[in-house]
C-alpha cells in the first residue's frame, strides 16, 4: 500500500514548511506496517530532509524527490550531493524567485534537487497574479533547463526528472509483493494511479476542490476519508 504525502494522507497548507503527518495518521500506518499481509509506502515530492521533519515512521518504504531516492523499511536514509552544474540551475532558479515572485507573496522552497514556488497563499486574494507567477515560472525553470512539473498552486523546477510510479514498480519488484494499492491526489500521482489498476491493485484518486477530477479510479475526497479508510482497515485486520 502506497500513498502520496500532502493532500493525500495530509491537508495542504498555506506555508509548505508547516505540514507535517498527524500523529494520529503516523499510528495506524505504523500498526498496518507489523501486519506479515502488508509493505506499507510514501512516495512523494518532499525532499530527504523535509520527509524526515514531516514523518516520524521509518519502518516503511520511503521514496522521496518523486521517486528519485527510494529507502526500504527501517534502512538508514542518505541522500548524495548534486553536481556543481546542477547548483547552478538551481541557484539561478532560485534567484528569479527572490526577486520575481517570492516579493508578490509566494513561497520558495529549497529542495536538494529542486526549487518549488508555491502561490497558495498569494492566490487566497490575488488568484490571477498567482496562475501568471506558474506561467512564468515555468517558463524560466524551461529556459535553464530544469525540468518543470505543476502541481496543486505550485510550479517546481527540478534538476533531475524522476518519476513516481518509477519508484513504485521498484518497491513492488524488491518487496515481491503480489498486489498494488495507491492513492495521490495530484498530476504527478496520474501515472502511478494508473499503474496500480493494471497490476491488478486499487489506484485511488483523492479529490480536491482545486482538483476535483482525475483518471478514472476509486475516488476519495480528501485526506479525512484516505484517514477513515486506514482506520478502518487497521479495524478489519485486528
Do not use: C, Y
Request: proline content about 5%; glycine content about 6%.
Amino acid at each position: 500500500m502506497a500513498f502520496d504525502l500532502d493532500g493525500t494522507l495530509t491537508e495542504l497548507t498555506q506555508d509548505p514548511h508547516a505540514t507535517a503527518l498527524p500523529d494520529h495518521v503516523s499510528e495506524v500506518l505504523e500498526d498496518l506496517s507489523q501486519h506479515p499481509a502488508l509493505e506499507i509506502a510514501i512516495v512523494t515530492g518532499r525532499d530527504l530532509s523535509a520527509f524526515t521533519r514531516m514523518v516520524k515512521i521509518t519502518n516503511i518504504w520511503r521514496a522521496v524527490e518523486h521517486g528519485g531516492l527510494v529507502f526500504p523499511p527501517a534502512a538508514e536514509a542518505h541522500a548524495p550531493a548534486i553536481t556543481s552544474a546542477q547548483k547552478s540551475q538551481l541557484r539561478k532558479f532560485e534567484v528569479w524567485a527572490e526577486v520575481h515572485a517570492v516579493p508578490l507573496g509566494a513561497d520558495l522552497e529549497v529542495k536538494r534537487t529542486a526549487r518549488g514556488l508555491h502561490v497558495r497563499r498569494l492566490a487566497a486574494t490575488n488568484p490571477m497574479l498567482a496562475e501568471q507567477l506558474m506561467d512564468e515560472a515555468s517558463r524560466e525553470a524551461s529556459l535553464l533547463g530544469l525540468h518543470v512539473r505543476t502541481g496543486r498552486k505550485m510550479v517546481e523546477a527540478d534538476s533531475q526528472r524522476s518519476r513516481k510510479v518509477t519508484a513504485l514498480e521498484h518497491i513492488l519488484r524488491l518487496s515481491r509483493a503480489s498486489s498494488l494499492f495507491f492513492a495521490g491526489d495530484d498530476h504527478t500521482d496520474f501515472e502511478s494511479i494508473r499503474f496500480a489498476r493494471r497490476k491488478h491493485g486499487i489506484g485511488v484518486f483523492v479529490r480536491s476542490l482545486e482538483r476535483p477530477q482525475g483518471p478514472r479510479a476509486v475516488t476519495l475526497n480528501g485526506p479525512f476519508e484516505v484517514q477513515e479508510m486506514l482506520e478502518e482497515l487497521r479495524r478489519a485486520l485486528r
